[in-house]
């Protein structure tokens, strides 16, 4: 039997880490669906996508708003009629380390759209896909600020943070990923979490990070890429696994 071609659909791709993630493993003979909300910067990240010899379309895909995941899924199902990857990669973090007393509600919501409830919508949308595309994997790309193992150990770096709403938005991925993972299990999908480290890109406003963005997407590359199975409900970075 002729082995079908891996298809990755990752969300937030045209810039940042889910651009690099795209880059790499479409240099691993994937095909990517690049998932991006607006049309003229997915189309700029798919043209340096061709120009590079990887193979990738774009998919429009705002993770709040529900019509164009739907839009977006049934694309996927005409044009190809399964899915073997999805990397929930799409985030923001609108809060600037306030303490939680003086952080608006609001832009905690605006964190837990995109993040928890974005990821959630567009995974429950991708399922019936992942189905067809078994065995098939979810990657969540979670954050260390999201560990609530190590907000809670005053010898961690992270004791000190504040950007409750970030923070409490990423451990709400890492629930997605436990909840998820034992339901689609019997389906031969796994579900895993993946922190890339403190990366340069635009995120939160600035490009300062101790990473270059090759280095943020290497742990997220290695989960998409790699053949074994087993792997399922775990946190994982590139130097090992984080607490919960
Ligand atoms: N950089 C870090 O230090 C770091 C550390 C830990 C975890 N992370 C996580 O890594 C992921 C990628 O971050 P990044 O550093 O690559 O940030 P980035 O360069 O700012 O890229 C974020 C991506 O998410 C997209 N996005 C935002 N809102 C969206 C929405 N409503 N629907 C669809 N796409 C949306 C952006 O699209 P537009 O171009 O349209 O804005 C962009 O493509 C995020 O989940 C972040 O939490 C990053």
């Known amino acids: ?8 659909l ?32 997915g189309e700029q990240a798919i043209n340096k996508l061709h120009t590079a010899g990887v ?46 007393s003086q952080l608006p509600v609001m832009t905690m919501r605006q ?18 896909l992942l189905k067809k595309g078994a065995p098939a994997k979810i990657i969540n790309v979670s954050s260390n600020m ?3 193992g190590l907000a ?7 004791f000190q943070v504040n950007s409750l709403g970030y923070q409490a938005s990423k451990a709400a991925v890492n629930f997605a990923t436990i909840d998820f993972a034992k339901e689609l299990q019997p389906d031969h999908i796994s579900v895993n979490s993946v922190n890339p480290g403190w990366t340069r890109t635009d995120f939160g406003g600035n490009r300062s990070g101790e990473q270059t963005v090759a280095e943020g997407a290497a742990q997220i590359v ?23």
């Open 222 to 244: 290695k989960l998409a890429a790699d053949d074994s199975p087993d792997l399922n409900m775990t946190f994982t970075e590139t130097a090992g696994k984080l607490p919960w």
């Open 146 to 148: 999201g560990s609530l």
């Open 55 to 100: 193979s990738a379309e774009l998919v429009i895909l705002d993770v709040t708003q529900a019509g164009t995941i739907a839009t977006a899924a049934k694309q996927i199902e005409a044009s190809h009629g399964y899915l073997n990857v999805l990397i929930n990669n799409a985030g923001i973090a609108l809060d600037a380390h306030q303490p939680p």
């Open 10 to 41: 990752i969300t937030g791709a045209d810039k940042g880490i889910g651009f690099e993630t795209a880059m790499a493993l479409g240099k691993r003979g994937q095909h990517l669906l690049v998932g991006a909300r607006n049309q003229a910067r």
């Open 111 to 128: 964190d837990f759209d995109v993040n928890f409830f974005g990821l959630v919508s567009v995974t429950q949308a991708m399922i019936p």
């Open 152 to 158: 809670s150990d005053p010898d961690s770096r992270f």
């Open 1 to 8: 039997m002729v082995k079908r071609q891996t298809l990755t």
